[in-house]
């Protein structure tokens, strides 16, 4: 996040607040206003350029020089947002086109969101009250693999400090050809201590079985088996750490940081396994990253 990021948060924080708090939007849990993206802003439900996004206390910006960026509030299906832009990554500023809303600062946060990325790669988190950027930046939204309309769901756990919830391009670089997503039902919510989890390295094996060397999309296929003498008790997700420049393609979330993919099945009994595909972001030789899967469990 660069320094003209920091400057728009400060100055968005404090009227953010002042709407809120006239408005009486905190009386719920939910850290952010509008995050159902319900309500139009000034600007109504369609504005393009720097300033007020379309959603009512969503600021949007433009950080890539001579570029566009639209968004535009929708009602089909459920309400959502749809940001549409021609600007990538600006690696003078750190940062590309995006959205975003600030909150007052929460020691410990838990951030849930809805997203549909139809072109390029996004990035979307928490953003640390220390150093105003993103808690993790190893994890990137893509358009789902042979299924491109799909909507995934995201959760990002930080027990640091959090105060925004931003999404910003992340490639291509510069100006490029139409970069759009959709986010719906954005919800920060406030903890006392980040859900503890407990490390299943002694009852689940992780085993890699295949890799797929596509440019766009390179993956690895792992199963996972329950190698002890107990079932294993779920949620299960499996924390991708070792990532060196590299990043995981539409993880279900990251927790303190660390991008993690949650296993289909509640639970494994010994001798039971589960086969699942991890996408990382893509590379021009197809390669897959050396990583480290850690199986554990944890309530998100």
């Known amino acids: 996040m660069s320094k003209l990021l920091a400057a728009l948060k400060a100055s968005a924080i404090a009227t953010v607040l002042l709407y809120s708090l006239a408005g009486g939007e905190r009386a719920r849990a939910n850290a952010l206003v509008n995050g159902w993206f319900t309500q139009a802003s000034m600007n109504g439900n369609q504005f393009c350029g720097s300033g007020w996004s379309a959603a009512l206390d969503w600021s949007q910006f433009m950080a890539v020089p001579n570029s566009q960026l639209c968004t535009a509030l929708e009602t089909t299906f459920l309400p959502r947002i749809r940001v549409t832009t021609d600007g990538g990554a600006w690696p003078s500023a750190h940062m590309g086109n995006g959205i975003g809303q600030n909150f007052a600062p ?24 220390d150093n105003k950027a993103f808690i993790d930046s190893k994890s990137v939204l893509m358009p789902v693999p042979n299924n491109p309309t799909a909507w995934k769901h995201f959760t990002s756990i930080w027990d640091k400090g959090a105060e925004a919830l931003y999404f910003e391009t992340l490639a291509p670089v510069g100006i ?14 406030p903890c006392v201590s980040a859900p503890p989890i407990k490390d299943l390295s002694a009852y689940l094996v992780t085993t890699p079985i295949a890799v ?3 440019p766009a999309e390179p993956s690895e ?3 996972v088996t329950n190698v002890g003498p107990i079932r294993v008790g779920g949620p299960v997700h499996l ?7 590299r990043s995981v393609a539409n993880p279900d979330g990251d927790y303190l940081g660390t991008p993690y993919v ?5 639970t494994l009994a010994p001798g039971q396994s589960e086969v699942i595909t991890v996408y990382f972001n893509p590379d ?14 944890g309530n998100f």
């Not at 021009?284 to 469990?297: C, D, H, I, N």
């Open 106 to 129: 929460l020691s410990c946060a838990s951030a849930t969101f809805w997203y549909n990325v139809v072109s390029g790669e996004v990035t979307g988190n928490l953003v640390r009250s």
């Open 176 to 189: 490029a050809s139409q970069i759009e997503y959709q986010l719906m039902n954005a919800d920060v919510e």
């Open 212 to 214: 797929f060397n596509n």
């Open 221 to 223: 296929m792992i199963r």
């Open 239 to 245: 924390l991708i750490e070792g990532l060196a420049g």
């Open 262 to 266: 949650t296993l289909a099945s509640s």
């Open 284 to 297: 021009t030789a197809g390669a897959v990253p050396t990583v480290q899967f850690k199986p554990v469990s």
